[in-house]
């Protein structure tokens, strides 16, 4: 077995949860990459879309820097706008999944790209400490797509108890909260890591440890969260990536992004 970086088991993890047939829309940067190797390799016939209105492209000469880059859109199906996109595939429920990163992320899935302030209960009172990117197209996403699939680093810093800021919705405070706010879409379906995947439990709706990868453990994950994270009776470890896996990865990733330790 060829040696792989934790960057690219995370890409592949993501890229798994992706079906054959799909209307899927990506994000920037990883989110991309894992889309794409998806399609490379057991999802051909993936319907990809960007928050930009590229459809139906692949990526041409290695990561696109943006959702309207050449790279993309030089043998796209078609282009509309964010308008189509946001609001007319995904506003309307009609995407199936998508996939969006995480600057933090809480229990319930719900994802802060907006700005840290270190005290979520004096967010109001003052300016943030750090600002972010912000949501771009990602609240639409969260808030309308039939599942969502959330990339993040695992440090303690950006998994905690609760979000400073809410920039796109997981399941809010738990149970019921998605609907009482008229959400359509299903809401995170899986977090994978750069340690391994959680899963919300189907009662509680709070995020557990599913699956951990073969260089990790449930230890160093649970010291690596922020909140009292639970452990699903059904935990197991991750298969590796097989040849073919990283082959489909390396032929989308040509700039060598992800093999960077």
């Known amino acids: ?10 890409a592949i993890a993501t890229g798994r949860e992706i079906r ?4 899927a829309i990506f994000g920037v940067g990883l989110s991309m990459l894992a889309g794409f ?49 946001l609001g007319f595939l995904v506003g309307s429920g009609r995407c199936d999944v998508g ?31 750090t600002r972010l990117a912000g949501a771009g197209g990602a609240n639409d996403i969260a808030s309308s797509c039939g599942r969502v699939v959330i990339m993040a ?5 950006r998994f905690v ?16 909260s998605r609907r009482r706010y008229g959400l359509i879409g299903g809401g995170p379906s899986v ?24 260089f990790s453990s449930i230890e160093e994950i649970l010291s690596s969260t922020g909140w009292n994270l639970q452990v699903s009776p059904h935990v197991h470890v991750v298969p590796p990536p097989s040849p073919a896996e990283l082959k489909a990865l390396r032929s989308v990733d040509t700039t060598g992004m992800l093999q960077r330790k």
């Open 20 to 23: 054959d047939g799909e209307l």
């Open 153 to 157: 680093a695992h440090e303690k810093k």
């Open 99 to 129: 996939i969006i990163g995480a600057a933090q992320v809480d229990k319930f899935g719900n994802v802060n790209t907006t700005a840290i302030w270190g005290d979520p209960l004096s967010s109001v009172a003052g300016l943030p400490r």
């Open 191 to 214: 977090i994978v890591t750069t340690l391994g995947i959680l899963r919300p439990n189907p009662k509680t709706l709070e995020f557990e440890i599913s699956a951990y990868f073969a």
């Open 37 to 85: 190797f998806a399609q490379a390799h057991h999802a051909p016939n993936i319907r990809s879309l960007t928050e930009g209105g590229v459809y139906g492209a692949t990526p041409v000469g290695g990561l696109p820097w943006g959702i309207e880059c050449n790279r993309i859109s030089a043998n796209a199906t078609s282009f509309t706008g964010a308008l189509d996109a």
């Open 161 to 176: 108890d609760r979000v400073d800021y809410i920039s796109s919705p997981g399941f809010l405070d738990g149970p019921g």
């Open 1 to 10: 077995m060829s040696e792989y970086t934790r960057q690219e088991m995370m």
